[in-house]
């Protein structure tokens, strides 16, 4: 049996949050929340447990929800504000970190890579399939050796006459197997001053190869692949055309960031809901959990940084859809709110004790993904450089 | 083809629900929701208007929050909403609400096709749509889990314990549908938008014609006298097999009808 955990109405009145979130966004929170628990929820622990999630099925089931590139104009996405895809991400992650990964490798990193950068032929052929889930993306950044300084990467793409010839290695790369389309990045031998540029890649392209890698301990309900490019050959018109240099990627996973930092709040939220439910629940020396001091404590300290964080994150949202949100700010949001996240997983599995490393109840899947939210898309220590650059003027990272 | 849906809100199935001082429906304590099984007649009327033309209406009956049923009926698709809210409409039982609902429908205009679910959550009377259909003239095709629409006719499987009917009715009619018949979609994200751009209309008992004399708690023909909590269940009966348990276990079964 899978224990689902219901909306916990005292947290919710305690913190208010449902008076800074407007009704189209409640509605579609809701409407998230009503799918995760007919679809997903139920799922997740076998996914979790055998590490096989139906990536593209669900990719259309969100397609048909709207939620891929929703926060995108125009090629069949959504248009909406970046609060509504935050909190698309809270309640997707509430289900699970992976899932909520599929959404934002699809959205946020490779349709907002061709969305931003892309030429009109290539959003064309591209946006309106991925906005549909009929069409799922990866993106290629990260290397083997090369994680948090991608500058260093050392995929190469030549030129030979007008085409370009990719080679090298993609590592940790979700959805990558299971992709029709690759945004790659790659060091070019073409003389600019910014060596990198972005290519748009079937998958189908001869000499690419997707392999899924297994035998990891999170994000089991996620697709996670290695990428490597032999002699792959793409046309001259394969390049993202707008951007050359680290720039290129780098905003796109700040956008990315802007998801997790609502969406690791949602898998907090999830833990919270989970242990306040339990504590209810579950007698100890013939009295309720929730009774004892220790107890209490320990949900008081949750819940405050669960609202401390949604707050921030909901601060952050409205920046990005009024004066605009820096780098530095989404920063700050990342490295505080999965910081929290995984604090809030690791105390509610104390609540639950051996219940808590069930796959019957959500506390150590979250746990357990919240592993990987918290160094992906710029590890917190990456992340307190950026925020100690932006507060001192001094780049510290080498 | 044109399509009227008769739904309802009600309190979620999930929460405590309980009953007020007048003993009605508390709306108060437990939030509210569409009907979950009004949710599979939305689905048949969208798919329906989908395959071909038309439009969908929804129309409900309730306080002002009942909106929210209405809403989340465009949000799923339909095209366009019909509100009736009025002070006096409180209490009022499956007469009362069949009439204002025939005369929301007369309002509308003649609807192809008036689909509704297979009875409320809250409320379980399952007489309403039978009794729209007769105010209004119009062939009911109850209880179905499946329907197909064609040309003139509307044809219905009703599936019973020992049996399926297939049963026929010429346009316009009304069907309600169970929760076999399809799997409601949710709303999306741009049906979520969308819906704050449709029409709702606000009807009082004035705008439908109909009297303050025969809707309401006072004038309904059937109210709730008492009520109180089922009582927890009780120890299960232990048979003990001393060469009769076979006799004892039939037994036990006949008087309770499982056999």
Known sequence: MVRMASRNSALDALSGLDSLIDADDRDLMSMIRKFADDHLRPNLPEWFDQGVVPARDLAREFGKLGLLGMHLEGYGCGGSSATSYGLACHELEAADSGIRSLVSVQGSLAMTAIHKFGSEEQKTEWLPRM???????????????????????????????????????????????????????????????????????????????????????????????????????????????????????????????????????????????????????????????????????????????????????????????????????????????CREAIAIAREARTILAANGISLEYPVIRHENNLESVLTYEGTSEVHQLIIGQALTGANAFR | MNIVVCVKYVPDAQSDRTFSDDKTTDRAGVDGLLSELDEYAVEEALKLVEAGEGEVTVVTIGPDEAAEAVKKALQMGADKGVHISDDAIHGSDAVATSLLLAEAIKKIGQPDLILTGMGSTDGLMNIVPTMVAERLGLPAVTLVSSLEVNGSTVTGRRDGDTASETIEASLPALVSVTDQTNEPRYPSFKGIMAAKKKPVETWSLGDLGVDAGQVGLNNAWVQVESFEARPPREQGQVVTDEGDGGTKLAEFLSTHKFV
């Open chain 1, 131 to 337: 906005a549909a889930g009929e069409a799922l993306g990866c993106f290629g950044l990260t290397e083997p050796d090369f994680g948090s300084d991608p500058g260093g990467m050392r995929t190469r793409a030549k030129r030979d006459g007008d085409d370009w010839v990719l080679n090298g290695t993609k590592m940790w790369i979700t959805n990558g197997s299971v992709a029709d389309v690759a945004v790659v990045w790659a060091q070019t031998d073409d003389g600019g001053r910014d060596r990198i540029r972005g290519f748009v890649v079937p998958t189908d392209s001869k000499g690419f190869e997707g392999r899924e890698i297994k035998q990891k301990m999170s994000l089991r309900a996620s697709v996670t692949a290695e990428l490597s490019f032999t002699d792959l050959r793409l046309p001259g018109d394969a390049v993202l055309p707008e951007v050359s240099g680290l720039r290129g990627p780098l905003s796109c996973l700040a956008e990315a960031r802007f998801g997790i930092v609502f969406g690791a709040m949602g898998a907090a939220r999830d833990c919270l809901e989970t242990a306040l439910a339990y504590a209810e629940s579950r007698r100890v020396f013939g009295e309720p959990l929730a009774g004892y001091q220790l107890t209490q404590a320990k949900l008081a300290d949750m819940a405050v940084e669960y609202v401390k964080g949604m707050l921030l994150a909901l601060h952050l949202g409205r920046l990005k859809d009024g004066p605009g949100v820096s780098n530095e700010q989404v920063s700050v949001g990342k490295l505080n709110n």
